[in-house]
């Protein structure tokens, strides 16, 4: 019976040393990605900052401006753009996010933009309606497919066919914490206090028209704000995921430690049985 317990726990042992070599691995792939991911991060918020305050000049150096796009209306029905991981084993990043999506559609006639393979499964499985399930791999979104996902919301919006339009997405705070947001994007709502106060920017003359000029700005800003909220879920996936496999790195090795003490023991019980056996034949001899 001992000897096949070490057996047993000889094969456990190098079970866990196996997947200790997987999570490793993807560990170190997931901590090189996200280097990259917190540069690009770090790239978004200029073009972001310059086209909201854009966006904010025009609205505001212009006494009898209108735009579709500031004008607010009877809530029919909400757009909710979610942006989720591609895969698991990234702790609860996907988890928490449909915690909080779930929360902010709850009661609401919702029609979702699923970006990630999690989103679209997530919300499949739950007979969400979706626009389209066109985005699952989140790593190949850049700039150009943000602005068709930009232009497609947009004229929907313009369309009727929804009246308020939320990114849900992931804040990278840091490697260590990683917090899911909800940002309304439609209709826009910017605050006076925040406008510029240069007077010679309500002089500047907009080609055709302030309103026109307007109007073609915002898919820009609104694919600015979509590519901004990817590239935050995508370092905020990587992080969490280092974190998830670095403790269950952790994890293994105590493991492999309890289970080598238990090997050595029985091993030990083993010798001295064989020890006792042998001292015993040899007084039975004598």
């Not at 406008?195 to 003359?205: E, K, V």
Request: charged letters at 25%; one cysteine or more; aromatic letters at 8%.
């Amino acid at each position: 019976m001992a000897g096949a317990s070490m057996k047993d726990i000889k094969l456990r042992i190098k079970s866990v040393e196996s997947t200790m070599q997987i999570t490793k691995a993807m560990e170190l792939v997931a901590s090189s990605k996200l280097r990259r991911a917190k540069e690009r991060v770090e790239r978004t918020r200029p073009f972001f900052n310059i086209l909201h305050e854009t966006l904010m000049d025009i609205a505001y150096s212009n006494k009898e401006f209108s735009s579709p796009y500031i004008m607010t209306r009877e809530v029919k029905k909400s757009c909710y753009v979610v942006v989720a991981g591609d895969r698991g084993l990234a702790g609860g990043y996907n988890a928490n996010l449909f915690k909080m999506a779930a929360q902010h559609m709850a009661d609401k006639d919702a029609v979702v933009l699923p970006v990630g393979k999690k989103t679209v499964e997530y919300f499949e499985r739950r007979g969400v309606p979706m626009i389209t399930t066109d985005y699952r791999v989140v790593e190949d979104i850049g700039l150009t497919t943000c602005y068709a996902m930009a232009e497609l919301i947009c004229r929907q919006y313009l369309e009727r066919k929804f009246d308020e339009v939320y990114v849900v997405y992931t804040n990278f705070v840091s490697m260590l914490s990683q917090d899911p947001a909800v940002l309304k994007v439609l209709p826009l709502n910017f605050d006076r206090t925040q406008a510029t106060n240069d007077s010679a920017r309500g002089l500047m003359i907009y080609e055709p028209s302030s309103e026109e000029v307007y109007d073609r700005i915002v898919p820009q800003y609104v694919s600015g704000i979509l590519y901004g909220a990817v590239a935050e879920s995508l370092a905020s996936e990587l992080g969490a995921r280092r974190t998830a496999m670095e403790a269950a790195n952790k994890n293994a090795g105590e493991m492999v430690e309890d289970l080598s003490l238990r090997y050595n023991r029985a091993r030990q019980a083993v010798i001295t049985q064989e020890i006792t056996e042998i001292v015993s034949g040899a007084e039975a001899q004598n």
